[in-house]
Nanobody
C-alpha cells in the first residue's frame, strides 16, 4: 500500500485547509483500512490528530482534544481517499501532516503511530500571519 498526502500550504490564523490522503496498491481494499492522521512539528514527536475507522467498523472518526471541533476527518472509499478538513487554524497547528493506514482491527482509539502499518510522505502546513 502506498499513501500520498497532499493539500498542505501556508495559511493565516483562522484559515482553513483540506488535506487528502490517497492510497494505492495492487491488492488494496481501502474500505478495510483505518486511516490515522498525525502531525510532527520540528523538534517534537509525532502527534495523533485523528482517525477514521474502516467502514466495517462503522467508519467512526475520533479526534485529539487539541483539534476537536475544528478538524473533521472523512473518507471516500471508491476514491481510496481520506480527508482532513482543518478549520480555525492556529499557529500551533503548524507541522508536517502525515497519514497512516492499517487493516488490523485494534481496540481503542488507535492514537499511536505503531498502530498503523503504512505511511506516506507528509505535507507541510504552515500557519502564520
Amino acid at each position: 500500500v502506498q499513501l500520498q498526502a497532499s493539500g498542505g500550504g501556508s495559511v493565516q490564523p483562522g484559515g482553513s485547509l483540506r488535506l487528502s490522503c490517497v492510497a494505492s496498491g495492487r491488492t488494496l481494499s481501502f474500505r478495510r483500512h483505518t486511516v490515522g492522521w498525525f502531525r510532527q512539528a520540528p523538534g517534537k514527536e509525532r502527534e495523533f490528530v485523528g482517525s477514521i475507522r474502516r467502514s466495517g467498523s462503522g467508519g467512526t472518526a475520533y479526534y485529539a482534544d487539541s483539534v476537536k471541533g475544528r478538524f473533521t476527518i472523512s473518507r471516500d472509499n471508491p476514491k481510496n481517499t481520506a480527508y482532513l478538513q482543518m478549520n480555525s487554524l492556529k499557529f500551533e497547528d503548524t507541522a508536517v501532516y502525515l497519514c497512516g493506514t492499517t487493516e488490523r482491527y485494534l481496540a481503542g482509539l488507535m492514537t499511536r503511530a505503531d498502530d498503523y502499518d503504512y505511511w506516506g510522505q507528509g505535507t507541510l502546513v504552515t500557519v502564520s500571519s
